[in-house]
C-alpha cells in the first residue's frame, strides 16, 4: 500500500519541512492533498513521471518531487502556522478512471 | 475552477434507518465522482465512485446517485450499522487529474 513519513511532526514558523511517500508498487501518479482539521482535503499538486501535472491554489513555496523508484516528495519552504494540517499523499495508475489510494498522512504542527 | 458543496454537515441516524448525503458541483468538466468514507485518526477509503457516462451505481447497501444536468450526486447508505458511523467525503473531478473535496458530512449511526 502507500505509506507516508513521518507520522507527525513539529515545525516552528519560518522552518523548512519535506515530507515523503511511498507509493503502491506500479502507480505512476502521485497527489498530495492538505487537510486542515474538519475540512477536505485540498488538492496541493500531481505528478506524473516525474513532472508535475497540475497543481491547487498553493503558493510556489510547496514544491515537489517524484522518483523513479515510487517514491515521493513534498517540501514546505518558509513554514506559516496555517500550514498546520495532515499531509496526505495519493498515487493512482494515469489511465482513464482510477481509484486513487490514499496514504496515512503525517501531521505537521507548526508553532 | 471546480467547486463542491456538501450537505448535511452532520447526521445522526437510528440504526437500520437510511442515510443520504448530498453534493453540487459546479464545473461541468468533472466526470469522475468518487466517495471517500474517514474514520478519525485514518486516511480516506473510498466506498463507492460513478462516471458521468452512468445514472446510479449500486454496490451492497451504498448506491450513488447522478444527476449532470443538475450537477448533483449523492450518497444513499440503506440498512446503517454502528459501524457506518464516520465523516464522508464527495469529490469531483476530470477523471485522474486533480479531485476537488466536499467538506466532509459527520454521520452518527446510534445503536
Known amino acids: 500500500g502507500v505509506t507516508q513519513s513521518p507520522t507527525h511532526l513539529i515545525k516552528t514558523r519560518g522552518q523548512q519541512v519535506t515530507l515523503r511517500c511511498s507509493s503502491q508498487?506500479?502507480?505512476?501518479?502521485v497527489s498530495w492533498y492538505q487537510q486542515a482539521l474538519g475540512q477536505g482535503p485540498q488538492f496541493i499538486f500531481q505528478?506524473?513521471?516525474?513532472?508535475?501535472?497540475g497543481r491547487g491554489n498553493f503558493p510556489p513555496r510547496f514544491s515537489g518531487l517524484q522518483f523513479p523508484n515510487d517514491s515521493s516528495e513534498l517540501n514546505v519552504n518558509a513554514l506559516e502556522l496555517d500550514d498546520s494540517a495532515l499531509y496526505l499523499c495519493?498515487?493512482?495508475?494515469?489511465?482513464?478512471?482510477?481509484?486513487?489510494?490514499f496514504g496515512p498522512g503525517t501531521r505537521l504542527t507548526v508553532l | 475552477g471546480e467547486n463542491v458543496e456538501q450537505h448535511p454537515s452532520t447526521l445522526s441516524v437510528q440504526e437500520g434507518d437510511s442515510a443520504v448525503i448530498k453534493c453540487t458541483y459546479s464545473?461541468?468538466?468533472?466526470?469522475?465522482f468518487p466517495w471517500y468514507k474517514q474514520e478519525l485518526g485514518k486516511r480516506p477509503q473510498l466506498i463507492i465512485d460513478?462516471?458521468?457516462?452512468?445514472g446510479e451505481k449500486k454496490d451492497q447497501r451504498i448506491a450513488v446517485t447522478l444527476n449532470k444536468t443538475a450537477k448533483h450526486f449523492s450518497l444513499h447508505i440503506t440498512e446503517t450499522q454502528p459501524e457506518d458511523s464516520a465523516v464522508y467525503f464527495c469529490?469531483?473531478?476530470?477523471?485522474?487529474?486533480?479531485?476537488?473535496f466536499g467538506t466532509g458530512t459527520r454521520l452518527l449511526v446510534s445503536p
Open positions: 495519493a498515487s493512482s495508475l494515469r489511465t482513464g478512471y482510477n481509484e486513487q489510494f
Open positions: 508498487s506500479g502507480h505512476n501518479t
Open positions: 505528478y506524473y513521471r516525474e513532472e508535475e501535472n
Open positions: 464545473d461541468s468538466a468533472s466526470n469522475y
Open positions: 460513478i462516471r458521468s457516462n452512468v
Open positions: 469529490a469531483a473531478g476530470p477523471g485522474f487529474q486533480k479531485l476537488v
